[in-house]
């Protein structure tokens, strides 16, 4: 590759890698990105290179249903790997055949277990490549701390361009981006206050867990590299006022993303706009092409038994992530661990 060819594909790296500024109001910006996930996909595949664990025609396996899973395919393709993903019939069929169509196998799990859904039938396979495969790597997206260590280049991004930032708010799902991001910021900023973002029926933060419809947000596992301390507060939407943001994000603004970035939305305005004089930045985590055929689609919601509903104009307070949530709901979460939040509701629970 000639010098002219490298100075291209290094600024086309950049630009898929970073994301986009938009300033939607005075104190209220927009990280928007192409893929977020390829942020900490890169990062982890370029580290174990560097280690000697990936040379051309390795295989990188993986258990994903989600946009990690295209990021690995996007740089598999590109580094010469090959590309083993493991995942559930949630995998919706444009993403699966966008997957393939970069090289990538995909194995979909089609029995859940009797006790935690896809999960541990998922991971069982995905070992099971793991023995058969000699010198294959396991990226690991949940425990691996290169994930939340890749958004070190992300916060040096929005510190160089927005400056001090007041206030940083986004989805969770492995708890990588928030968690590196944040952490990374408070070294400037200490006082940062850090929103959270998680869905009703997610495991994440202490809900029950059960059928979720928003993709890319909550779980149904606790990932290891989930730090619930960064948080000072966590918002629960549920999938009707998720998805109802995320088509007004849209039409106010123009930006097309998916329902992850809509529902970072929805709190963000709220929090901008009762703290006018802080700097509020949230993070987009991809496009909304795949939400093509369900958040945007009227008759996939009928279908699906959804009736988009604005979120009342604030949250609900609770004072405990175990509670019923029929509504967009937040708790002062005040930088605890997840143990720490249950224990002081047990010791409200005796003293009642």
């Known amino acids: 590759m000639n010098n002219y060819h490298q100075a291209i594909y ?67 393709n590109h580094y010469g790997y090959k590309c083993i993903l493991v995942s559930d019939p949630v995998l919706d069929p444009l993403l699966k055949n966008r997957i393939e169509s970069l090289g990538a196998s995909v194995d979909i799990i089609e029995q859940p277990a009797a006790v935690g859904g896809y999960q541990k039938p998922r991971l069982e396979r995905l ?76 495991v994440l933060f202490g809900q029950p867990d059960g059928k979720r419809l928003v993709r890319g947000l909550g779980n149904s596992i606790m990932p290891e590299i989930l730090d619930h301390t960064v948080f000072d507060e966590v918002h629960w939407l549920t999938a009707a006022e998720t998805f109802y943001a995320t088509r007004e994000i849209h039409n106010r603004h123009g930006l097309f993303v998916g329902a992850t970035s809509g529902a970072a939305y ?60 029929p509504q967009w709901s937040m708790m002062h979460w005040n930088r605890r661990t997840l143990q720490e939040v249950l224990d002081a509701e047990s010791s409200r629970e005796l003293t009642t």
């Open 266 to 325: 929805q709190v963000a305005k709220h929090w901008a706009a009762a703290h006018p004089d802080k700097t509020t930045v949230f993070i987009c985590p991809d496009e909304g092409y795949r939400y093509l055929d369900n958040v945007f689609d009227d008759p996939w919601l009928s279908k699906m038994g959804i009736e988009l509903r604005a979120c009342p104009e604030a949250p609900r307070v609770v004072e405990s992530p175990r509670v019923d949530m």
């Open 127 to 202: 070992m099971q490549y793991l023995d058969q495969i000699e010198g294959s790597f396991w990226p690991m997206q949940y425990a691996n701390r290169s994930n939340p260590g890749s958004y070190a280049l992300l916060a040096e991004y929005l510190s160089t361009v927005i400056g001090k930032i007041d206030c940083l708010i986004g989805t969770v799902g492995s708890g990588g981006s928030m968690c590196g991001t944040s952490s990374y910021l408070r070294e400037v900023n200490p006082s940062m206050h850090v929103i959270g973002i998680d869905t009703v029926r997610s």
């Open 10 to 76: 290094r600024t086309y790296e950049e630009s898929v890698l970073y994301p986009k500024m938009f300033q939607l109001q005075d104190n209220l910006y927009a990280a928007s990105f192409f893929l977020m996930k390829l942020l900490p996909a890169k990062y982890i595949l370029d580290a174990a290179r560097r280690e000697g664990r990936l040379h051309p025609g390795s295989t990188v396996a993986e258990t994903t249903s989600g946009t990690f899973g295209l990021a690995l395919a996007i740089l598999c």
